[in-house]
C-alpha cells in the first residue's frame, strides 16, 4: 500500500515552508485509510528529512514529472519504504529506486555484521545499516512482487543521511566492510551531487503510459518468483539440515496434495500435523514450504509462509538457507511472526504453515497487537489452508494456547475441512541418533506416560555426572576438540542478573569453580548457531524447535526427587523471578508441574548425538543414575 504518491514536482511543492506540509499530508493520509501510522515519531521523521531530500532532488537535470512514493508498505510485512522515484530509463525500461532516510548525525563502527552503532531517537544502540536496509527492501520487490518480475522492473536502491557529515564517510562507505554499498550507495549530507548522477544512470523520465509503473506495483498479486522459488527450493534441498526419511516424505506429500486440492476445490483446508520431539516436524514444515512455493507437478506458485511465535527458530531457519544469492530481508520474509496476519487480508494467503503450533498464544504484545486481538482468530482468516504442526508435550507456558481441540473449533467456525491423516502422524525420531529408545528413557524419567524396557545397547551418549565442575570439564573437552560442539541449556531457576549487570554470573558454583552466564542476545543471528555461545547457558524459550550436537542440560530445583514415595517432586517457587513468560510461579500447581515436565522434556531432546545432565538435587542426580543402569 502506498500513502503518498505524486511527481517530482509536486512532491518538492509540497514539502515548501518552515513548517512543511508535507508532513500533514501524510499523517491525513494515514487516516484517509484506516491505517495505524503517522505517529509523532514518525511525523518529525517526515517533516526533518523529506524537506531535506527535496532540496536534494532541486535538480534541473531530474524531470520534473518522473514519479514519487513515500511510504510504501512491503506487502504482507510491518515494514515501509521512506522513499521511491519511479520512471524511466534512455532505453524507456521502467525503473524503481529505493530510497531509506535517516536522520544519523553521529556514527561508529558496530562489532555486528551489516549494522552500524549510532545515536537514534530510540536510544544509542547498533542498527541496520540504512544501505543494507534499502538493498533488502529493493530485493523483497523483486522477489516477491508479480508486476516487478513479470514486467523485468528493475530495482535500485541507495541510502540518503542528510545530516551526516562527510567525514563520517569511512563508516557508511567502506566497501570491504559493507561490500553491499556498491550496489546501494549511502549519500551523505554533501553529497547531492553523487545523489544526483545515480538517479539518473536509472531514471531520465517519467512513465508515459495510462497507469504508471508505482500503482501497478501497489495493485499486484504478490507471489514468490520462480527464480526465488528455484533459489529457496535448491538451498533447502542442498541443505544436509532438511534432508528427509520416508515417513517424512509421506507427509510433505500429503501436505502439498491436500493444499493443492483445496485451493483447486476453493475450499478452506486445516492439517494437523502430529509428532514428538525430534521427529522431524520442522524439517516436514520447511520441505513442504519449498514444495509449495516451487511445485513440481505443474501447479501454480504458492504464497506461502512459515510461522512460529516463538524468534529463534525463525531466525535459525533463515540464517540456514541465506545464501549468496537472496538477502536475509528476502529469505526472511518466508519466516513470520503470527503478528503478520493480524492486519492481512482475508485469504491474502494460499497456505500458513505453522511450526511449534502448542507455543501459540491467543494474543500478544507489542507489535501493534494489544489483549484484544485473536490472533489465531486472524491467522483463520488470512489463509485458505492452514497446517499446523503440534506436539501438546512440548506447551512449555500458561499462555502457550493452541490445542488440537482449539485448531478444530477455529477451523468449524471458518468451514475450514479438518484433515487428520496417519501420513501426518510422524512417529519416528529422526534428531536423536539413540532413536525411540532414549525418548522412551526421558518420557519415564519425567514420568510420562511411557513403556520403557533398557537404555543399556542405545548408541547414544547420555551422561549423569556427579558435579557440575564435572560435566564443565566433559564440555569444554568437547568443544576444545574443534570436531563437536556441546551448547549449555538449563531449567529457568537462575536470575538473569548478567542481563543488567554483564559483570554478574548467573550460575554460581563457587565449590566447583563454576560461573556461568545465560546466551547473549544477539540481533543478527540465531544465538545457538554463534561459537561465542558455547560456555554460555540457553533457556527452553530460547532452544524450544532447535537442535544441537550435544546438550549438556543443568536441571535446576524445580524438579527434585522423594526418595521415600519414588516419585518427582515439583517446586514452583524455584522458577526464576526473571521468567516472566513461562508464568509458572503464579498458576496452580497442576499447570505447573505439566508445564515443568514439559520444559525438561523439551531441554533433554535438544541433542543429536548425546546429552549430559547435571541435576541440583542429590536424589534426582542418584535417580537418573540408577535408571540409566536398566
Same mark, same amino acid.
Given at each position: ?8 514536482? $509536486? ?49 534541473? %537535470? ?7 512514493? +513515500? ?73 516477491? $512482487? ?23 564517510? %569511512? ?8 561490500? *553491499? ?67 517424512? &516424505? ?17 475450499? @478452506?483446508?486445516?492439517?494437523? +500435523? ?10 516436514? &514444515? ?115 494456547? *493452541? ?69 564443565? @570439564? ?11 560442539? +556441546?551448547? *549449555?541449556? &538449563? ?33 543478527? @543471528? ?23 550436537? /550435544? ?8 524438579? !527434585? ?19 516472566? !513468560? ?15 515436565? $514439559?520444559?525438561?522434556? +523439551? ?10 545432565? /547435571?541435576?541440583?538435587?542429590? &536424589? ?11
Amino acid at each position: 500500500m502506498i500513502i503518498y504518491s505524486n511527481t517530482l514536482e $509536486n512532491f518538492r511543492n509540497d514539502c515548501i515552508g518552515t513548517v512543511p506540509p508535507i508532513g500533514m499530508i501524510l499523517r491525513n493520509r494515514f487516516e484517509e485509510k484506516h491505517i495505524s501510522g503517522g505517529q509523532d515519531r514518525e511525523y518529525k521523521s517526515w517533516i526533518n528529512s523529506l524537506p531535506e531530500l527535496a532540496k536534494a532532488l532541486d535538480d534541473s %537535470s531530474l524531470d520534473p514529472n518522473i514519479g514519487v512514493g +513515500v511510504e510504501y508498505k512491503l506487502i504482507d510485512t510491518k515494514q515501509r519504504i521512506d522513499f521511491l522515484l519511479y520512471g524511466l530509463d534512455e532505453c524507456n525500461k521502467e525503473n524503481v529506486i529505493v530510497i531509506e532516510l535517516k536522520q544519523w548525525s553521529e556514527a561508529r563502527r558496530s562489532n555486528l555484521q551489516d549494522c552500524v552503532y549510532t545515536f537514534g531517537g530510540r536510544g544509542d544502540d547498533d542498527y541496520w545499516h540504512p544501505s543494507y536496509q534499502a538493498f533488502n527492501y529493493a530485493n523483497i520487490m523483486k522477489y516477491f $512482487n508479480q508486476y516487478v518480475y513479470d514486467n523485468k522492473v528493475n530495482i535500485s536502491a541507495c541510502s540518503f543521511l542528510h545530516n551526516m557529515p562527510e567525514y563520517y564517510d %569511512s563508516i557508511f562507505e567502506d566497501t570491504k566492510i559493507f561490500p *553491499l554499498v556498491i550496489e546501494a550507495p549511502a549519500f551523505l549530507k554533501d553529497d547531492k551531487q553523487r545523489l544526483i548522477e545515480f538517479i539518473k544512470k536509472f531514471i531520465r523520465k517519467p512513465c508515459l503510459k495510462g497507469k504508471d509503473t508505482l500503482y501497478e506495483i501497489d495493485q499486484s498479486n504478490i507471489v514468490p518468483s520462480k527464480e526465488f522459488a528455484n533459489m529457496v527450493y535448491d538451498a533447502i534441498k542442498g541443505e544436509p539440515f532438511f534432508t528427509y526419511d520416508r515417513e517424512q &516424505a509421506f507427509s510433505v506429500s500429503k501436505i502439498v496434495s491436500e493444499v493443492n486440492e483445496a485451493l483447486a476445490k476453493n475450499e @478452506r483446508r486445516t492439517l494437523i +500435523v502430529r509428532g514428538g520431539p525430534g521427529s522431524g516436524k520442522s524439517i516436514v &514444515a520447511i520441505n513442504a514450504l519449498g514444495q509449495l512455493m516451487n511445485p513440481k507437478d505443474g501447479s501454480r506458485r504458492k504464497n506461502a509462509c512459515y510461522v512460529t511465535a516463538t524468534f529463534t527458530p525463525r531466525t535459525y531457519y533463515s540464517e540456514i538457507l541465506t545464501g549468496q544469492d537472496f538477502t536475509k530481508k528476502a529469505i526472511a520474509e518466508l519466516f513470520k511472526s503470527p503478528a503478520v496476519c493480524v492486519k492481512a487480508p482475508a485469504n491474502s494467503f494460499d497456505c500458513i504453515i505453522v511450526d511449534e503450533a502448542h507455543r501459540m498464544f491467543s494474543w500478544k504484545y507489542g507489535m501493534g497487537v494489544g489483549r484484544d486481538v485473536d490472533i489465531i482468530d486472524k491467522l483463520f482468516n488470512a489463509s485458505r489452508v492452514n497446517v499446523f504442526f503440534i506436539d501438546e508435550d512440548q506447551m512449555i507456558t500458561t499462555t502457550d494456547f *493452541l490445542s488440537i481441540s482449539k485448531i478444530k473449533e477455529y477451523a468449524a467456525k471458518y468451514g475450514s475441512k479438518v484433515i487428520e491423516d496417519d501420513r501426518m502422524i510422524l512417529s519416528s525420531q529422526f534428531r536423536c541418533v539413540g532413536g525411540e529408545q532414549y525418548i522412551e528413557f526421558i518420557n519415564n524419567l519425567l514420568e510420562f506416560p511411557n513403556e520403557f524396557n533398557s537404555i543399556k545397547k542405545i548408541h547414544y551418549q547420555v551422561k549423569c555426572f556427579d558435579s557440575i565442575g564435572d560435566m564443565m @570439564r566433559e564440555v569444554n573437552k568437547i568443544n576444545s576438540s574443534g570436531t563437536h560442539e +556441546v551448547r *549449555l541449556m &538449563a531449567g529457568y531457576t537462575h536470575e538473569w542478573v548478567s542481563k543488567t549487570n554483564p559483570n554478574l554470573y548467573d550460575f554460581s558454583y563457587p565449590q566447583e569453580n563454576v560461573y556461568l552466564r545465560w546466551n547473549i542476545r544477539k540481533t543478527d @543471528r540465531a544465538a545457538v548457531l554463534d561459537k561465542d555461545q558455547i560456555n554460555n547457558v540457553f533457556c527452553v524459550h530460547t532452544i524450544q524447535g532447535l537442535e544441537v550436537e /550435544y546438550a549438556a542440560v543443568i536441571i535446576g530445583k524445580d524438579l !527434585a526427587y522423594d526418595e521415600e514415595k519414588g516419585c518427582l517432586v515439583f517446586h514452583k517457587e524455584q522458577i526464576a523471578k526473571s521468567d516472566r !513468560a513461562s508464568g509458572i510461579r503464579t498458576t496452580d500447581d497442576e499447570t505447573a508441574k505439566k508445564l515443568i515436565r $514439559n520444559s525438561y522434556k +523439551v531441554l533433554l531432546t535438544r541433542g543429536v548425538k548425546g546429552t549430559f545432565i /547435571y541435576a541440583e538435587d542429590p &536424589a534426582l542426580r542418584k535417580h537418573i543414575k540408577d535408571l540409566m543402569k536398566m
